[in-house]
């Protein structure tokens, strides 16, 4: 039976980074943990529109810097930097801290979109949840991330495609996606389309010579 690893996981220290960066003692190593996935959770659900693949964290004392990797800034900046402002202050509250220099945000905007298998399989899940053909969300999908420069895309869709009483896998493959190869830039994303017949899992694999982060 095949094994499977996260091609992410499977690349740190060779391709890729931890996506938290602190170093703590024995004591405060769980509380940072919690923090950490506390932070994601909502900054996830809160920023669900601006198109979020990726948030780093950074420690240095009581201070925590989060970098919010994003295909749509603008939402997540607002005018004049008003929502930024009201993110800071709700970081603040979720991590605990007691003053609010304490969190420092950043913004980074991720040029190639289509590039990003985060963001493809999200656009993926939110076509399903429209109630758009399964097949047709691959083949674009597909298509414009092709076009955009990849070297190659592997998509898997799992569960109640089209309604169908019984649960199935189907996946669509273009290019080269070559997962054993440590060197390789393997990008790997994973959401859940909430269908009216239950949750679809979708995987996403994609290949480019360069990271966008």
Known sequence: MGQKVNPIGFRLA???NWESRWYATKRDFPANILEDYR???FLKEKLRQ???PRIFIERAGPKVRVRIWTARPGVVIGRKGDELKNLRAEIQKVAGKARI??????VNEVKRPDLVAQLVAENIALQLERRISFRRAMKKAVQTT???GAD???IRLGGRLGGAEIAR?????????????LRENIDYGFTEARTLAGKVGIKCWICTKDSEF
């Open 152 to 154: 190659g895309i592997r």
């Open 14 to 16: 060779v391709r890729r």
């Open 39 to 41: 932070i994601r959770t």
């Open 169 to 181: 896998v189907e996946s669509a493959r273009v290019g080269r996606v070559p997962l054993h190869t």
């Open 50 to 52: 601006a198109a979020v």
């Open 101 to 106: 220099d304490d969190i420092i945000l950043e």
């Open 146 to 148: 092709m076009t955009n």
